[in-house]
C-alpha cells in the first residue's frame, strides 16, 4: 500500500488549495478514504471522509463549507478542495486508508497560511 500527498504550499489567508492523494497497492475503489492533519505540537486530528462510492461524505465542524473531498475511482486519487483557508488550518495534511487491522497513511503534504 503506498499514498502520496501532493498540492501543499504556501497561500494567504482567504486563499484555495487542493490536496491530491494517490493511491495505490489495494482496490481504491472498494474502501472509503479520509484526510487528517496535524499541526505543531497538536495531536492529528480527523477533517474528512468519504465512502467508496463517494455517496457519503463527513467533516469536521472546523472545515465544514470551506473544504470539499472527492474521489476519482478510476485513477486511484483522493481530493481535497480547501477554501477560505485560515492561519489555523496550517498542518501537515494526510490521506489515511484502513484496512482492519492496519492503518495507512501518506508522508503528508505541508499547508502554510500566511500573509
Known amino acids: 500500500v503506498q499514498l502520496v500527498e501532493s498540492g501543499g504550499g504556501l497561500v494567504q489567508p482567504g486563499g484555495s488549495l487542493r490536496l491530491s492523494c494517490a493511491a495505490s497497492?489495494?482496490?481504491?475503489?472498494?474502501?472509503?478514504m479520509s484526510w487528517y492533519r496535524q499541526a505543531p505540537g497538536k495531536e492529528r486530528e480527523f477533517i474528512a471522509s468519504i465512502s467508496s462510492a463517494g455517496d457519503s461524505i463527513n467533516y469536521a465542524d472546523s472545515v465544514k463549507g470551506r473544504f470539499t473531498i472527492s474521489r476519482d475511482n478510476a485513477k486511484n486519487l483522493v481530493y481535497l478542495q480547501m477554501n477560505s483557508l485560515k492561519p489555523e488550518d496550517t498542518a501537515v495534511y494526510y490521506c489515511?486508508?484502513?484496512?482492519?487491522?492496519?492503518?495507512?497513511w501518506g508522508q503528508g503534504t505541508q499547508v502554510t497560511v500566511s500573509s
Open positions: 497497492g489495494f482496490t481504491f475503489s472498494r474502501h472509503p
Open positions: 489515511k486508508f484502513v484496512s482492519i487491522p492496519l492503518t495507512y
